[in-house]
């Protein structure tokens, strides 16, 4: 465990020096511009707004941190001919990747963790409760971005950089449009065409279910087993990429 | 460096996936159904859909197009009920214009929803703003026919469609038919002969001759004096 680790935690320290600050002081003029300019047009909606002004903020820019940092990890390392130095110690390719799906886990956990305080805290200074319920669509919002991490990672073993950013923007957006594909599939008459894509639907992310849960803010009662359901989405999901992940970097050579 | 076999991974990574497929399943059962939003609640205006296209408005109004057709389809084949169609057709025309056939399908679609006011006014406001186009007198003179019954002003719409350059040969025995049903014998008698005159096709000339002869033969009985006076 301990070379997983240390990539791990040297990914951390690299996201933290600066570019995670400075995402979260974004965050934090964004959210509170936002809220200020919303609130008052909410005819006393203004917690609501202002919760789902921030969470969906928090989303987006969760996952912004993921496609810059994700998408450029592998490259990073090539281009800095650090990869060869890890590689040629006894570290497993498998190693270094879940070391770098770590990595940006914890900058991601540390980012949610920053911006959910920065919404309590817009909340509380306007006068709203905060309730446990915001821990728990961190939670949602984790699960959401693990997922969305195992990607980068996979695009970020296969490709170059700007390929990756397209590549993960266009799953985030399908993962978040999957419905459309189901519906289509019960409408087509041609059974081949709706098993292809009934298959798709079933092997592209389901983001979406993610962003449901977030309805527990509402008071959408969100029970503990379906809260482990989703994690166990997530974890066998990111498992599979992760796997994917490894087939194909243990193809790649580094000279 | 221990590299794994490819085919046990890729065995395991789709049996991973497969497994997640299933917990998604399930985690999407366990969630309290979430209320579907109103039906097209965010469906923007069409200026404001101009003005978001930052000088493309056409291809905003393709998207809302294409918008139009799902609400149409979705709805044809459950309740066959059309209620946003005016909001949605409109628009779509304010973002384009000049989109014709919006104007037109918008128009039927409203009409089979029970509305034909709000589809005469759609057709009539695609007239005001497509003035040189054949097809819009065209469908509004039909839509008049069909659904408001009134001769005299679907066989004046149809005239003025046969008068516009590129209006095909129909669009004149349109006109000259619907002055015949409309009791007009002498605007239809003088399309007849007009449309004889200038079609190239036989049988076109035939239908026209047909229609001038009857025309002609009940003006000449109208004219004739009733021997026993009834026509006074």
């Known amino acids: 465990m301990t070379p997983i680790l240390s990539l791990a935690r040297h990914t951390l320290i690299d996201a933290l020096r600066e570019r995670l600050l400075r995402m979260l002081a974004l965050f934090l003029v964004v959210l509170l511009l936002a809220t200020r300019l919303a609130s008052p047009l909410a005819l006393g909606e203004g917690r609501r707004v202002t919760l789902d002004l921030g969470l969906g903020l928090l989303s987006l820019f969760g996952f912004l941190l993921v496609m810059l940092l994700g998408t450029r990890m592998v490259q990073q390392e090539v281009e800095g001919r650090t990869i060869l130095l890890v590689l040629a110690r006894p570290v497993h390719r498998i190693e270094f990747l879940l070391g770098k799906l770590l990595g940006l886990l914890g900058v991601v956990a540390i980012g949610l963790a920053g911006m959910l305080g920065i919404l309590a805290l817009a909340l509380l200074t306007a006068g709203y409760a905060v309730d446990a319920s915001l821990a728990l669509a961190g939670l949602c919002a984790f699960l959401e971005l693990t997922i969305v991490s195992a990607l980068a990672v996979l695009l970020a073993a296969s490709t170059s950089p700007i390929l990756s950013a397209f590549l993960l923007l266009a799953l985030y957006v399908a993962g978040h449009l ?9 409408l087509v008459s041609q059974p081949l065409l709706a098993g292809a894509l009934k298959g798709v639907f079933h092997l592209l992310p389901r983001l979406d279910l993610y962003s449901s849960a977030l309805q527990a803010v509402h008071g959408t009662p969100l029970s503990a087993g379906t809260v482990l359901w989703g994690v166990a989405y997530a974890a066998l999901y990111t498992a599979g990429v992760l796997g994917l992940a490894l087939l194909v970097f243990r193809a790649r050579e580094f000279a | 460096m221990n590299r794994a076999a490819p085919i046990p991974l890729t065995i395991v990574a789709a049996l991973c996936i497969g497994l997640a497929a299933r917990a998604a399943g399930e985690f999407s059962r366990r969630q309290a159904p979430v209320a579907e939003p109103a039906e097209l609640v965010l469906f923007p205006s069409g200026r404001m859909l101009a003005e978001m296209s930052l000088g493309h408005p056409q291809l905003l109004a393709d998207a809302a197009w294409l918008t139009a057709i799902q609400y149409y389809g979705k709805h044809r084949l459950t309740d066959r009920r059309y209620p946003l169609a005016p909001q949605i057709f409109e628009v779509i025309t304010q973002a384009d214009p000049g989109f014709r056939n919006a104007y037109l399908f918008g128009a039927l679609v409203t009409a089979e929803d029970g509305n034909p006011a709000a589809a005469e006014a759609l057709l009539r406001r695609g007239l005001e703003r497509n003035p040189g186009s054949w097809q819009m007198h065209f469908e509004l003179g039909f839509f008049l026919y069909v659904y408001r019954r009134s001769m005299p002003e679907a066989a004046r719409a149809f005239e003025q469609a046969a008068a516009l350059p590129d209006a095909p040969e129909y669009v004149r025995r349109f006109a000259a038919a619907s002055w015949e049903r409309a009791e007009r014998p002498e605007i239809a008698l003088r399309l007849w ?14 239908i026209a001759e047909s229609h001038r002869r009857a025309l002609g033969a009940a003006g000449a009985a109208r004219a004739t004096p009733d021997p026993a006076g009834r026509g006074r």
């Open chain 2, 193 to 206: 002969e007009e449309i004889a005159v200038r079609t190239d096709n036989a049988e076109v000339r035939r």
């Open chain 1, 178 to 186: 999957l419905h459309g594909l189901l519906e289509m599939a019960r």
